[in-house]
């Protein structure tokens, strides 16, 4: 027994001198590379991957996480021999009795009935009206948005299109006038400025653009008692099977408990990160994509009382509005945005949101099983998916030496790891309340030269880290 603690004393000393020598040399290390001065390539192509920083700082993430799992490794064998010594020396001071086991057969038929109720078709919902509200203000280019609606639109009964439109634009009104009784037009009130603190007076447009939305949505849910709605922004335009997808999810969103909105905007949507041969795929998210959403009037109770006075889409996608909730996503986005000019002033616009692609097939979702969406049935197999897909490097990736074929998994176990990995493989790097952009249980499911690959956590995820922001 004294050697076996001495054992794992000394496990725990090169433990923590192991760790100790690792800080020490990636302290000392020298800088490595030099700023690139590359710019307008794509990224995780060409020579942005090239440059010698961005390899060098991926080389080093990966010497990281490779470091981290013998650590991991270490530390388990470690709690793995405690374990058996305390069972060992329990075992010798006590002598357990063994108790039969009951098994109740009740207990086993209600885990079935369950499962089988998880599994079972979502029931169809018929005639339900769901509203389309554009949100609209000085873009008279808001036609293009509108003429796709109207001309995609299945039913004018079942799909009502109200056009909320604040800042007292004419020119805008006028043409959202010209449509007469095929939409519905209505103004904002109160066109004033807001009181905001000095240093916030640049975000003016914020702030009454959430004021907007609580307006119109109080308009939809309240003022026109509709149960549901998909919101769009005037400068949206949509795919094909916009109304089909979203009619298809309206079940399944009113069913399950554990989804708030269904998105029709996937954040890594560019062309070459997605699989242009399945428009028929989708997902759960943890994050909240925006871009062309439904939700229920039963969530727009629950937030309307705390909506915030500006930066509404950052403040929703907060644990504490998130609630551990998931949206639905689709692998190929059902808008696309042509608003270069807003309130960002295009930077965002010119830098991602052009190169998102639209959906051009139509899939007729209203005929499909979806109830492979809910959460016990989908966490099953997701998981199963991410983790049986061989472990990779990014380097072997940018490298084409990746010998195995079908899906694999890059694997990071840090804020600066994902970012790193992220960058170097074109996904969106940035965090919002520790999720990352289109992620499930922390994992990026995306395309990369044709294959799919997930940027996923060590097996085992444990929940986001709010600090990774």
Known sequence: MVRRASLILCGVTLFIAWNALLLLFLWWRPPIGSPGTGGGAEPGEGREWGGDLTRNVVQLAEEVEAELEKQKLLLQQIQSHRALW????????QIKEKQPVEVNNDDDAGARELESEVLQKIPDVKDIVIPVLVIACDRPTVRRSLDKLLYYRPSKELFPVIVSQDCGHEETARVIGSYGDQVMHIRQPDLSDIRVRADHRKFQGYYKISRHYRWALNQVFHTFKYQVAVIVEDDLEVAPDFFEYFRSLFPLLLEDKTLWCVSAWNDNGREQMIDPKAPELLYRTDFFPGLGWMLLKDLWEELEPKWPASFW?????QPGQRRERACVRPEISRTMT????????????????RFIKLNDQFVPFTQRDLAFLKKEAYDRTFAESVYTAPAVRVEELHGNKVTVPGPVRVQYSNKDTFKAFAKALGVMDDLKSGVPRAGYRGVVSFMFRGRRVFLAPPPGWKGYDTTWS
């Open 86 to 93: 305390e069972k060992k020396k329990k075992n010798n001071n």
């Open 313 to 317: 889409d950052d403040w929703i996608r």
């Open 338 to 353: 042509f608003g270069r000019k807003g309130v960002s002033m295009g930077q965002f616009y010119d830098q991602y949101l």
